[in-house]
């Protein structure tokens, strides 16, 4: 196995670490692989805002100008389109094909306004393009025509190995890149039985990969250029103990500051120590309440109300100037909708718009400068899997490039001494925990 990461490398001549030099190294080494090596696969393991899209874009673009043309297979219609602007962004004369379904609304408009872009439900409308872009799932039903010489699959840990055994004969070597530490491939029938073998169809595509290919090269991006220096070494040793990454800025690189002073409130005090220390709690009475906890709610309203009424102000590498925190800069993550839509109703109640409210789920892969989120076993009886689900919190504390609030009920604690995990313990099933310590 190799690996593009190794903490002893890229460093500054006074012994420091170098962000973009490691970025840079692994970056050249995930290529140098793709384009010029001999294996059928490689995989990249990346952090939360470590240049994901950004490898993916690139890598697509020096297949294609290298004369080899590649399909790129996707998880969803949003990801796609995404990705096939990012490439028309990067190169307007590229030949792009968007291979969609039939429904009515199958992709964003914007790509009509792209002359580069061919749109089209069938692939061989398609045929001849650098670079075709598509869902796993129409792909799936992609047939007779004639296989890929590359692939790149984006969000590969959030794939099935199903979906992958779908489309293995559409290409014939393929780059994987996904981010292992976020919420596991979905799906809607009991996988027990085949849960620690190697061909688990319920399995992230990369875990059935490399159980039966353990010889792929595999790499890691070293580097969040999301996550501030406050919240990259708790993340990474929380989600990420097997691959670890670093903060891509150093404390005092970002700053959040306020334009009106706190009124000494529970929110305004939350919100004071997420700026001074990137991280804040916003702790409830312990209470059994219901999962639309109404007081959890107003609360998580409340502190977001008063992250815009205090004028915030943001200062990053990106700016020098202080850029105003605006409602769409700012998000909500819970993890049920019906706590998303109560979110919201609270929000337009103290006349709140453009801010996000959604589930993990769907805030996977976003960015913004402030989160606040509802603790998944706030105010619960109970502690189940759903909620004890490390790739859901994983996703809710790594959508921030300055601060975090959380709101919860007091007791997560003894909540979780008094239900502890009765799920079976599975033989080669790789076990994801949370390193979080108790207070």
């Given at each position: 196995?190799?690996?593009?990461?190794?903490?002893?490398?890229?460093?500054?001549?006074?012994?420091?670490?170098?962000?973009?030099?490691?970025?840079?190294?692994?970056?050249?080494?995930?290529?140098?692989?793709?384009?010029?090596?001999?294996?059928?696969?490689?995989?990249?393991?990346?952090?939360?805002?470590?240049?994901?899209?950004?490898?993916?874009?690139?890598?697509?673009?020096?297949?294609?100008?290298?004369?080899?043309?590649?399909?790129?297979?996707?998880?969803?219609?949003?990801?796609?389109?995404?990705?096939?602007?990012?490439?028309?962004?990067?190169?307007?004369e590229l030949p792009v094909g968007r291979l969609h379904s039939s429904d009515p609304d199958p992709y964003d408009k914007a790509l009509d306004d792209l002359a580069n872009v061919r749109k089209s439900t069938k692939a061989g409308d398609l045929?001849?393009?650098?670079?075709?872009?598509?869902?796993?799932?129409?792909?799936?039903?992609?047939?007779?025509?004639?296989?890929?010489?590359?692939?790149?699959?984006?969000?590969?840990?959030?794939?099935?190995?199903?979906?992958?055994?779908?489309?293995?004969?559409?290409?014939?070597?393929?780059?994987?890149?996904?981010?292992?530490?976020?919420?596991?491939?979905?799906?809607?029938?009991?996988?027990?039985?085949?849960?620690?073998?190697?061909?688990?169809?319920?399995?992230?595509?990369?875990?059935?990969?490399?159980?039966?290919?353990?010889?792929?090269?595999?790499?890691?991006?070293?580097?969040?250029?999301?996550?501030?220096?406050?919240?990259?070494?708790?993340?990474?040793?929380?989600?990420?103990?097997?691959?670890?990454?670093?903060?891509?800025?150093?404390?005092?690189?970002?700053?959040?500051?306020?334009?009106?002073?706190?009124?000494?409130?529970?929110?305004?005090r939350v919100i004071d120590e997420a700026a001074e220390s990137g991280w804040g709690l916003l702790e409830l009475p312990a209470r059994h309440t219901p999962r639309t906890d109404p007081e959890a709610v107003r609360a998580v309203a409340q502190?977001?109300?008063?992250?815009?009424?205090?004028?915030?102000?943001?200062?990053?590498?990106?700016?020098?100037?202080?850029?105003?925190?605006?409602?769409?800069?700012?998000?909500?993550?819970?993890?049920?909708?019906?706590?998303?839509?109560?979110?919201?109703?609270?929000?337009?109640?103290?006349?709140?718009?453009?801010?996000?409210?959604?589930?993990?789920?769907?805030?996977?892969?976003?960015?913004?400068?402030?989160?606040?989120?509802?603790?998944?076993?706030?105010?619960?009886?109970?502690?189940?899997?759903?909620?004890?689900?490390?790739?859901?919190?994983?996703?809710?504390?790594?959508?921030?490039?300055?601060?975090?609030?959380?709101?919860?009920?007091?007791?997560?604690?003894?909540?979780?001494?008094?239900?502890?995990?009765?799920?079976?313990?599975?033989?080669?099933?790789?076990?994801?925990?949370?390193?979080?310590?108790?207070?």
């Amino acid at each position: 196995m190799t690996t593009a990461f190794d903490s002893g490398a890229a460093r500054e001549p006074g012994g420091g670490f170098d962000p973009g030099a490691a970025a840079t190294r692994a970056t050249d080494a995930i290529l140098r692989d793709t384009l010029h090596g001999t294996h059928r696969g490689v995989v990249v393991d990346s952090p939360p805002g470590a240049g994901k899209s950004t490898l993916v874009v690139r890598a697509a673009l020096e297949l294609a100008s290298a004369g080899r043309p590649l399909m790129v297979i996707a998880q969803t219609n949003a990801q796609v389109d995404d990705l096939v602007l990012r490439l028309a962004e990067k190169d307007s004369e590229l030949p792009v094909g968007r291979l969609h379904s039939s429904d009515p609304d199958p992709y964003d408009k914007a790509l009509d306004d792209l002359a580069n872009v061919r749109k089209s439900t069938k692939a061989g409308d398609l045929a001849g393009l650098d670079v075709v872009v598509s869902t796993a799932a129409k792909w799936a039903h992609v047939k007779d025509v004639e296989p890929w010489r590359h692939a790149i699959v984006d969000e590969a840990y959030q794939m099935r190995s199903d979906a992958l055994l779908a489309v293995a004969g559409l290409f014939e070597r393929a780059l994987f890149v996904g981010d292992p530490g976020q919420l596991d491939p979905f799906a809607i029938v009991g996988s027990e039985q085949w849960a620690g073998l190697s061909y688990d169809p319920s399995a992230s595509a990369v875990t059935t990969l490399l159980a039966h290919n353990p010889e792929l090269p595999q790499h890691r991006l070293p580097v969040s250029w999301r996550l501030p220096a406050s919240a990259a070494p708790l993340v990474s040793a929380a989600f990420y103990p097997y691959t670890p990454f670093r903060s891509g800025t150093d404390h005092g690189d970002r700053r959040l500051a306020f334009g009106v002073a706190s009124d000494g409130s529970g929110p305004d005090r939350v919100i004071d120590e997420a700026a001074e220390s990137g991280w804040g709690l916003l702790e409830l009475p312990a209470r059994h309440t219901p999962r639309t906890d109404p007081e959890a709610v107003r609360a998580v309203a409340q502190v977001v109300r008063r992250l815009l009424d205090r004028g915030g102000a943001a200062v990053s590498e990106r700016s020098a100037r202080p850029v105003p925190l605006t409602p769409d800069r700012i998000a909500v993550g819970t993890a049920h909708r019906d706590q998303a839509a109560a979110v919201r109703t609270a929000l337009a109640d103290l006349g709140v718009a453009d801010v996000t409210v959604d589930t993990a789920n769907r805030l996977q892969g976003r960015e913004f400068d402030v989160t606040v989120i509802l603790h998944p076993l706030s105010g619960r009886p109970d502690a189940t899997a759903f909620h004890l689900e490390t790739g859901r919190l994983c996703v809710l504390a790594s959508r921030h490039r300055h601060a975090c609030i959380v709101v919860c009920r007091a007791g997560l604690p003894e909540l979780l001494d008094d239900h502890p995990s009765t799920e079976p313990v599975q033989l080669g099933v790789t076990v994801k925990f949370l390193m979080a310590g108790r207070r």
